[in-house]
């Protein structure tokens, strides 16, 4: 059972365009949702995070709105640069005695084509 | 600043051999986490440590355990290796309260069992 869903696996997208990519969850448990980048043979690093109590964080180049009611959430990147393309997991955590394990999305690649 | 280093950073063994690997979290950070990234995958939550006694534990199977010693770096141990364990194998460090800021990922082990 996939709690956290990325349907869409790969997106491409015009340098200076806007990316969105999007994440869908099931447990409403969820209180941490946080997006990482992967490029090839690295570790996912983290990029930006929101916490159910708010509906938007920025930073950046970088914008993440949830949806509670909708149970969604998107990353937003304007402008798109060639350098953004990656892999890019949507993740999730529950606060409290499981020390914050994440759940991750299959994740979206997403090419910005110069 | 330091990562999470993880060592080796590529291993090959053959079925029904045993592997270790090893994780060196980052400074103060308290916290270790184990991830199992197959082909096309998401990471899947293996096990967590925190000050040195497991957190929690996800999806490791019994041929595999797992320990964080007294200066914080973790060894997963895989026995009776199988094809199927064929993965990237990614270690994450963070302090307690990694909730909104995530935490930091290792580069990842690749195994490979032929």
């Known amino acids: 059972d996939q709690q956290v869903k990325q349907n869409s696996p790969s997106l491409s997208v015009q340098e200076g365009r806007i990316s969105i990519l999007n994440c869908d969850y099931t447990?409403?448990?969820?209180?941490?949702f946080l997006w990482y980048k992967k490029y090839p043979a690295e570790g996912p690093t983290f990029l930006i995070s929101?916490?159910?109590?708010?509906d938007k964080n920025e930073d950046g180049r970088f914008t993440v709105f949830l949806n509670k009611s909708a149970k969604h959430l998107s990353l937003h990147i304007v402008p798109s640069q060639p350098g953004d393309s990656a892999v890019y997991f949507c993740?999730?955590?529950?606060?409290?005695?499981?020390?914050?394990?994440?759940?991750f999305g299959k994740g979206t690649l997403l090419t910005v084509n110069p | 600043a330091a990562g999470v280093i993880q060592s080796p950073r590529h291993l090959i063994k053959e079925k029904r051999e045993t592997a270790t690997l090893k994780c060196y979290p980052i400074?103060?950070?308290?916290?270790v986490y184990w991830y199992q990234q197959g082909p096309g995958q998401d990471p899947q939550f293996l096990i967590s440590?925190?000050?040195?006694?497991?957190?929690d534990k996800g999806s490791i199977p019994d041929r595999f355990s797992a320990q964080q010693f007294s200066d914080y770096h973790s060894e997963l141990n895989m026995s009776s290796l199988e094809l199927g364990d064929s993965a990237l194998y990614f270690c994450a460090s963070s302090p307690i309260i990694a909730g909104f800021y995530g935490y930091t990922f290792g580069s990842g082990t690749r195994l490979t069992v032929v």
């Open positions: 440590f925190y000050e040195k006694m497991q957190s």
């Open positions: 993740a999730a955590s529950t606060s409290g005695g499981s020390n914050y394990k994440l759940t």
């Open positions: 447990n409403s448990m969820f209180d941490y």
């Open positions: 400074p103060r950070h308290d916290t």
């Open positions: 929101i916490s159910s109590i708010k």
